[in-house]
Nanobody, 126 residues
Framework: QVQLVESGGGLVQAGGSLRLSCVASGRTFRWLPMGWFRQAPGKEREFVASINWTGGSTAYADSVKGRFTISRDNAKNTLYLQMNSLKPEDTAVYYC???????????????????WGQGTQVTVSS
């Protein structure tokens, strides 16, 4: 049974920073792409960032480009999301997701991920 456990969310003022972590169980983490998604109240879940299995290729939603950085440590089975210059519109529950395709490049499509974490709340006050 694969488990993804996010942490690092919280309340922060606009302009501040947070670092999210996602620890994955299992031995296949290092060969799979990973992604971060978020869902704000009353809105659809949306893509935030993805990273390929080596960590050498990343992609971001336009709304976070230049402010957020996705990274991974395959030795620790951990995915990260460094969030800087946070805005009130970044307020959402953030989910990490494990890609379904070994050696994949990652995707903005939620259907390309087959395991999801329980989410961590990020609230940015103005």
């Amino acid at each position: 049974q694969v488990q993804l456990v996010e942490s690092g969310g919280g309340l922060v003022q606009a302009g501040g920073s947070l670092r999210l972590s996602c620890v994955a169980s299992g031995r296949t983490f290092r060969w799979l792409p990973m992604g971060w998604f978020r869902q704000a109240p009353g809105k659809e879940r949306e893509f935030v960032a993805s990273i390929n299995w080596t960590g050498g290729s990343t992609a971001y939603a336009d709304s976070v480009k230049g402010r957020f950085t996705i990274s991974r440590d395959n030795a620790k089975n951990t995915l990260y999301l460094q969030m800087n210059s946070l805005k009130p519109e970044d307020t959402a529950v953030y989910y990490c997701a494990r890609g379904a395709r070994q050696y994949g490049s990652g995707s903005y499509l939620a259907t390309e991920y087959n395991y999801w974490g329980q989410g961590t709340q990020v609230t940015v006050s103005s």
